[in-house]
């Protein structure tokens, strides 16, 4: 599916998907996730460099063929694309203090949001490979770094979601804020990012979950994740940050931020307690300044960033399969819509409306 341009539908069309050089990996997508981030560069950040591109960042699917050097991969293995790679060798790669890397699109093109080199053409033009991945498309090209090889038994039209949602919700939660047993936690926002947010909450220990949207039809399902109360900003005439601060004696423990919204940051921030409360911004964006009193710092709170939950990325995703298979983490329950690639448009907008958690679109036959 082609997005051309900015602001428009995506497009059914055929391309050119070449074969993989060395270091690459040729990977039929079978399922994909539509996660918000599509939707950021499409209606939101809508930078002119960054079209025509293949959109999708959250699939899984089989590899189809390896380039010269690929080693540790074959045709037929289960594998999930990664947005963020792992190269292993870098700086970055090399601290346990952070799951970047320096190799990939990531290093310095986070404003167009794909690499400028790409293995895909259709009417002879040059299309950019969103994220590096591209899972709105039958077959992609990626580099090994960026590839990781999961358990054959895995269903892919679920772990998909690990390729960001999930995974992105749950590490901030258990990676990045720490939760402790026994604490009290707000999550900002109940997409499927927010949701996996919960559950890194409950299964991190903690005794409260306060879950906070407009949208009060979220609340059954944030239950389902862990989630204690709910709270709707609508249903009062003061800052959720107060609210919060008279529900919980001071301030949560933790808060999480899932919106991507600098308002919303700015009142997680607010919303922690003084002395030791963590806020997390988790949701995506890079439009806005964010902006906070220096007092609610200098008063001991953390103000932390999160990107894809904190998980090094080849090392983190086949061991949350593992946990998947091993129920330890819930996939299924985030799954409101199964659509075709054809039915992307639809897709795109049930999120835009908040009538779903996560669609899933089938692209190719297993």
């Known amino acids: 599916m082609m997005a051309w341009e900015p602001s428009k539908p995506l497009v059914m069309e055929e391309i050119e998907v070449a074969p993989p050089q060395a270091h690459e990996i040729r990977i039929k997508i079978v399922a994909t996730g539509v996660c918000h981030t599509d939707l950021y560069h499409l209606f939101e950040g809508k930078h002119k460099d960054g079209f025509p591109c293949v959109l999708g960042h959250e699939g899984a699917g089989i590899v189809e063929s390896v380039g010269s050097e690929v080693t540790k991969f074959n045709p037929g293995d289960k594998v999930i694309p990664l947005f963020i790679s792992q190269c292993g060798q870098c700086r970055f790669c090399k601290s346990p203090k952070t799951n970047l890397c320096e190799k990939g699109w990531a290093s310095e093109r986070y404003d167009v949001m794909s690499e400028s080199d790409t293995r895909f053409t259709c009417k002879g033009k040059k299309v950019l490979q969103f994220m590096g991945t591209s899972t709105f498309s039958e077959y992609t090209v990626v580099n090994e770094i960026a590839v990781a090889k999961i358990h054959p038994s895995a269903p892919l039209d679920k772990v ?198 996560r669609s899933v679109l089938s692209v190719a036959l297993q």
């Not at 903690?206 to 609340?219: C, E, G, L, Q």
């Not at 932390?304 to 593992?322: A, E, T, W, Y």
Request: glycine share 12%; proline share 3%.
């Open 160 to 357: 998909c979601l690990l390729g960001c949602g999930v995974a992105t919700g749950y590490g901030a939660a258990l990676n990045t804020a720490k939760v402790e047993p026994g604490s009290t936690c707000a999550v900002f926002g109940l997409g499927a990012v927010g949701l996996a947010a919960v559950m890194g909450c409950k299964n991190a220990g903690a005794k409260r979950i306060i879950a906070i949207d407009i949208n009060p039809t979220k609340y059954e399902k944030a239950k389902v994740f862990g989630a204690t109360e709910f709270v709707n900003p609508k249903d009062h005439n003061k800052p959720i940050s107060q609210v919060l601060h008279e529900m919980t004696n001071g301030g949560v423990d933790f808060s999480l931020e899932c919106v991507g919204s600098v308002a919303v940051m700015r009142s997680a921030l607010e919303s922690c307690v003084k002395g030791w409360g963590v806020s997390v911004l988790v949701g995506w964006t890079d439009m806005d300044d964010f902006a906070a009193r220096p007092i609610q710092l200098i008063a001991g709170r953390t103000w932390k960033g999160s990107l894809f939950g904190g998980f090094k990325s080849k090392d983190g995703v086949p061991k949350l399969v593992n946990e998947y298979l091993e129920k330890k983490v819930k996939l299924d329950e985030f799954v409101t819509h199964n659509m075709t690639l054809a039915q992307v448009n639809d897709a795109i907008q049930l999120m835009k409306t908040g009538d779903c958690i």
